[in-house]
């Protein structure tokens, strides 16, 4: 059993930075693959970025490329979600997720494990 624990969430202005945090705790962390998704109300949960259990390859939905940085320490069970020149449109709950069957994946139904979200709010 995996728990993820996401923090760092918060309400900022159009154009700043924040950085999210998914802390895990159970099975050899860098076992996993994970992913970050987001969610509005009445959407469905969508991809943002995925890193592979090394942490050698990164993956990024195209409205978040070139904005956004996925990253994880190993050591300290925890994958990092870095957001900068954030937009109103990315004001959403963010969740951070894991999979163990695959090295990374964009589709929700292939990650076992989820945080409870963080929000992330952006005002214009």
């Known amino acids: 059993q995996v728990q993820l624990v996401e923090s760092g969430g918060g309400l900022v202005q159009a154009g700043d930075s924040l950085s999210l945090s998914c802390v895990a705790s159970?099975?050899?962390?860098?076992?996993?693959?994970m992913g970050w998704f987001r969610q509005v109300p009445g959407k469905e949960r969508e991809f943002v970025a995925s890193i592979t259990g090394s942490g050698l390859s990164t993956y990024y939905d195209d409205s978040v490329k070139g904005r956004f940085t996925i990253s994880r320490d190993n050591a300290k069970n925890t994958v990092y979600l870095q957001m900068k020149d954030l937009k109103p449109e990315d004001t959403a709950v963010y969740y951070c997720?894991?999979?163990?069957?695959?090295?990374?994946?964009?589709?929700?139904?292939?990650?076992?494990?989820w945080g409870q979200g963080t929000q992330v709010t952006v005002s214009s």
């Open positions: 997720a894991g999979n163990s069957a695959y090295s990374w994946s964009i589709s929700r139904e292939q990650y076992s494990y």
């Open positions: 159970g099975r050899p962390f860098s076992k996993y693959g």
